[in-house]
């Protein structure tokens, strides 16, 4: 995935040479301040080149509010009236370097080029230290992850509403939380996460409200602050927030209710603006009809609820989502030419993921690590499930999307109704053609429910009935 650069400029000219300069990279232009905020929060860029004369406002300021949503953003400085005194300014807010114009664009690219080579080394350096927290760049193709995105746009432009995000283990429910806070007011202020399920009562209670000196054995001799007044300004993350002991419910519910609390031990409130953000992989429903989960808490929470699908229901997200992956992950692990094969490709679309982005994620490192070629294979990839698909009548599903296989036998071993995908059939065409003939015939022909079984919408699978040639009427 080619890095992106913002180019902030009000002269067309300079926006243009930019594009040409950079033709191998993904360009965002923008006039404004305005502008070059709302492109930065939508999609992050790798680096910012930025005029300092700007019709709302100067570079300088802007500086400042690009770092509160990408701190280690690069940001090269333009300046058709350069001084000691604004380059000396310009180092102080942590612009990375500053061009006069004119500029001779050999010395832009070199600069560029420097700078996006010395922060991928930053890049690797955190990972393999241990550090890496990333940017929440979200990879959204499917219709269901880019609901989700305009939810998180809506949202984080309400700094205090309190915001509950459903989902299974692996959906990146820390990542939608973390777009949630970097995309607001709240940006330059921090994000403190916590999860529920990893503590015991007293040990989170402590975690989040903090305790006075003395309350209890074992408590540093100052007393300590908790983790909502350590984010006072910012955002709070709670994660497996429906494993929060009743008890505590109470506690937290008094804190989101008046926006204070008392430390453990103590006998003064606390006073704290922060927004909290609250994630769950369990239906809390069902947990406050069971009597575990406070219904005034889960209400309170559930001001505006975000659910994250998992991968299986959002099938146009793997393949982005596995290159995103390959092309951050094969160069730090010195395969920088690796690729997914075809029947790669295929095997991973049909796979479900019960582990979802986690999941992916693992795969993909594994494979570049363990492939011994460049072009990663299907048995590289670590699914534990076998890729199969159920049809009605396996051997017309292959008769029909593999006109070669018209003599083909259908393998005895397996369950009545099932098919393996043959070596030599893994390309995406046919994969594709094999899964949507077999939800037809489970669907009895019916194309709406065929597609609600695939997860596109009807329009998309005409489409694909188009591209494989099939007569949308005739099967249905």
């Keep these: 995935m080619a890095d992106t650069i913002l180019v902030v400029d009000d002269e067309p000219s300079i926006r243009l040479a930019v594009v040409r300069a950079f033709a191998d990279l993904t360009v965002r232009e923008a006039e404004t301040c305005a502008q070059a905020l709302e492109l930065a929060r939508e999609a992050y860029p790798d680096l910012c080149i930025l005029d300092q004369k700007l019709p709302d406002g100067s570079?300088?300021?802007?500086?400042?509010?690009?770092?509160g949503i990408d701190p280690d953003l690069p940001v090269v400085l333009l300046t058709g009236h350069g001084s000691v005194d604004l380059a000396v300014e310009a180092l102080k807010v942590g612009v990375a370097d500053f061009l006069e114009k004119p500029f001779p664009l050999e010395r832009l690219r070199t600069t560029v080029r420097n700078l996006l080579e010395k922060q991928a080394l930053g890049r690797q350096v955190k990972r393999l230290s241990g550090r890496a927290d990333g940017r929440s760049r979200m990879i959204a193709q499917s219709a269901a992850m880019k609901r989700v995105q305009a939810l998180i746009k809506r949202v984080a432009g309400v700094p205090s509403t309190t915001v509950l995000i459903q989902g299974e283990s692996g959906v990146g429910k820390e990542l939608v939380a973390k777009a949630i806070h970097e995309r607001s007011a709240r940006a330059d202020k921090g994000f403190v996460a916590i999860n529920c399920a990893a503590l015991s009562e007293h040990l989170l209670e402590a975690e989040l409200f903090g305790y006075e000196k003395?309350?209890?054995?074992?408590?540093?001799?100052?007393?300590?602050s908790g983790l909502f007044e350590v984010a006072s300004g910012g955002t709070?993350?709670?994660d497996e927030v429906g494993e929060m002991p009743l008890a505590l419910q109470t506690k937290l519910l008094r804190a989101l209710q008046e926006r204070r609390f008392r430390r453990v031990g103590g006998l003064q409130d606390v006073e704290v603006d922060v927004r909290v953000v609250a994630a769950t992989n369990r239906d809390l429903r069902a947990e406050v009809a069971a009597g575990r989960f406070r219904q005034d808490l889960y209400f309170r929470l559930k001001v505006v609820p975000i659910p994250v699908p998992p991968l299986r229901e959002r099938r146009d997200d793997i393949l982005p989502l596995a290159d995103h992956l390959l092309a951050r992950l094969a160069p730090e692990l010195g395969r920088p030419q690796a690729v997914l094969s075809d029947a790669a490709r295929a095997a991973m679309r049909a796979y479900d993921w019960p582990g979802n982005v986690r999941e992916l994620a693992n795969a993909v490192e594994r494979a570049v690590i363990c492939a011994e070629s460049d072009a990663?294979?299907?048995?590289d990839l670590p699914m534990d499930e076998q890729?199969?698909?159920p049809v009605r009548d396996q051997a017309a599903a292959l008769r029909d999307a593999v006109p070669e296989t018209r003599n083909a036998k259908p393998e005895a071993q397996l369950p009545p109704g099932s098919i393996v995908l043959p070596p030599d059939m893994r390309d995406l065409a046919t994969v594709e053609g094999l899964l949507i003939r077999a939800a037809l015939a489970e669907s009895g022909g019916q194309k709406s429910k065929?597609?609600?079984r695939l997860g596109i919408n009807r329009t998309t699978l005409y489409n694909k009935l188009k591209e494989l040639g099939v007569d949308a009427e005739a099967v249905g």
């Design 214 to 224: 003395g309350a209890f054995t074992g408590a540093d001799s100052k007393g300590k």
């Design 236 to 238: 709070i993350f709670l």
């Design 450 to 452: 065929a597609a609600e």
């Design 376 to 379: 990663i294979a299907p048995e």
């Design 59 to 67: 570079g300088i300021d802007l500086v400042a509010k690009l770092k």
């Design 387 to 389: 890729v199969i698909v």
